[in-house]
């Protein structure tokens, strides 16, 4: 079993819609989760980072955390054609910098890429 | 300027050359790392450094090797390069949480 599980769609939906994305992991020490976009071509970028268990909300983003069932997700609402990309997960033990040695790096799923239709 | 600088941007090589990708930053961090990513298989990581004397290999990096230079430069080197290391490249660095990802190197091996 992968330590992060995610999966890779594709997922297609028409504009407007709520869009809900999902990892699961087995490593129960992961304390930092993240997801990133990934347009076309491009490099991955921070969509939304939280800490530990619990919801955070940016703009139509939503992540959530839920450490006792070993399961992130990340909702989009009101989603848009600007929207379309592949998303990954990402979760790490410690922090970067210069602690935690090797579980400080993250540890990816593969993506979903999602497709949002005018 | 980007935080993380990434060239060559694209390269075709022919099986057997050595080849180089470099990568330099801006961001002052310590931590830097080269991944590849190949369609269904995500970002795989191929080698990872904590500080210039600190490098580690990662999951795939079997036919790459790595130098660090400096604290921002971090090259990835194919010695005697073969189709199936034809992928997409990226370096990144990371500071107290985010990772910063360069754009890319996308490679064909022939």
């Known amino acids: 079993q992968k330590e992060v599980e995610q999966d890779p769609g594709p997922l297609s939906v028409p504009e407007g819609a709520i869009v809900s994305l999902n990892c699961t992991y087995s490593n129960s020490a992961f304390q930092y989760f993240m997801w990133y976009r990934q347009y076309s071509r491009k490099g991955p970028e921070l969509l939304m980072y939280?800490?530990?268990?619990g919801n955070k909300e940016d703009g139509r983003f939503t992540a959530q955390v839920d450490k006792s069932s070993k399961y992130i997700s990340l909702f989009i609402r009101d989603s848009q054609p600007s929207d379309s990309a592949t998303y990954l997960c990402?979760?790490?033990?410690?922090?970067?910098?210069?602690?935690?040695?090797?579980?400080?790096?993250?540890?990816f799923g593969k993506g979903t890429k999602l497709s949002v239709k005018p | 300027d980007a935080d993380v600088t990434q060239t060559p941007r694209n390269r075709i090589t022919k099986t057997g050359k050595r080849i180089m990708l470099e990568c330099s930053q801006t961001?002052?961090?310590?931590?830097m790392y080269w991944y590849r990513q190949d369609p269904g298989l995500g970002l795989r990581l191929i080698y990872y450094?904590?500080?210039?004397?600190?490098?580690n290999k990662g999951e795939i990096s079997d036919g790459y090797s790595v130098s660090r230079q400096a604290q921002a430069k971090f090259s990835l080197s194919l010695e005697s390069a073969i189709p199936n290391q034809t992928a997409l490249y990226f370096c990144?660095?990371?500071?107290?949480?985010?990772?910063?990802f360069g754009p890319g190197t996308r490679l064909t091996v022939l």
């Open positions: 990144a660095t990371r500071g107290s949480n985010e990772q910063f």
């Open positions: 961001k002052g961090h310590d931590r």
């Open positions: 990402a979760m790490s033990v410690y922090k970067g910098m210069n602690y935690g040695g090797s579980q400080g790096n993250l540890i």
């Open positions: 450094s904590f500080d210039v004397k600190d490098i």
């Open positions: 939280t800490y530990s268990s």
